[in-house]
T-cell receptor
Framework: DAKTTQPPSMDCAEGRAANLPCNHS???????VYWYRQIHSQGPQYIIH???NNETNEMASLIITEDRKSSTLILPHATLRDTAVYYC???????????FGAGTRLTVKP | EPEVTQTPSHQVTQMGQEVILRCVPI?????FYWYRQILGQKVEFLVS????????KSEIFDDQFSVERPDGSNFTLKIRSTKLEDSAMYFC??????????FGPGTRLLVL
């Protein structure tokens, strides 16, 4: 039973911001929103996570709505190397596993 | 920046053979995990390991699978008698305190 819903695919022009949405309407109060990405068949790469405040790091920004039922991952200036499958995962920190869904396949085009 | 490493990168084996996949987690991390990804499918959780014992395992992780931390640095996944359906990418991950997990590059296992 999926806890997140993401569009299966998106395109973005190189140099533009990529905004990847995620719905998690059944999120619990102790669950964080995590974002990972997987480039081709490489290992999943951690991007960012947050609980309720917006977060920013060197890779991306995470915007979480006030009701926490959805979030958006923002890659401010997408490059061709950002082409990957992006996974949004909700998880309480005391849970052991990361539950990967199908994710969003982002294609950055020149 | 420290990384999780895995060996070998590729492994080909005959059905029924035993394989051991090796991982070196990030130093000072305390939680260790194995995941697998069958070609074209989702990344699936197999097992988590903490304090020298399995803390959680999925239904995939049956008696054919075992994990071990033999020497305080390596973390291994053993498949006793491989089946064709064990062909997949196997990812190791580690976490400092059980929150963010950092994944290795994976081992591609092909069972013939």
């Amino acid at each position: 039973d999926a806890k997140t819903t993401q569009p299966p695919s998106m395109d973005c022009a190189e140099g533009r911001a990529a905004n990847l949405p995620c719905n998690h309407s059944t999120i619990s109060g102790n669950e964080y929103v995590y974002w990972y990405r997987q480039i081709h068949s490489q290992g999943p790469q951690y991007i960012i996570h947050g609980l309720k405040n917006n977060e920013t790091n060197e890779m991306a920004s995470l915007i979480i709505t006030e009701d926490r039922k959805s979030s958006t991952l923002i890659l401010p200036h997408a490059t061709l190397r950002d082409t990957a499958v992006y996974y949004c995962i909700v998880r309480a920190t005391n849970n052991n596993d990361m539950r990967f869904g199908a994710g969003t396949r982002l294609t950055v085009k020149p | 920046e420290p990384e999780v490493t895995q060996t070998p990168s590729h492994q080909v084996t005959q059905m029924g053979q035993e394989v051991i996949l090796r991982c070196v987690p990030i130093s000072n991390h305390l939680y260790f995990y194995w995941y697998r990804q069958i070609l074209g499918q989702k990344v699936e959780f197999l097992v988590s390991f903490y304090n020298n014992e399995i803390s959680e395992k999925s239904e995939i992780f049956d008696d054919q699978f075992s994990v071990e931390r033999p020497d305080g640095s390596n973390f291994t996944l053993k498949i006793r008698s491989t089946k064709l359906e064990d062909s997949a990418m196997y990812f190791c991950a580690s976490s400092p305190g059980g929150e963010t997990q950092y994944f290795g590059p994976g081992t591609r296992l092909l069972v013939l």
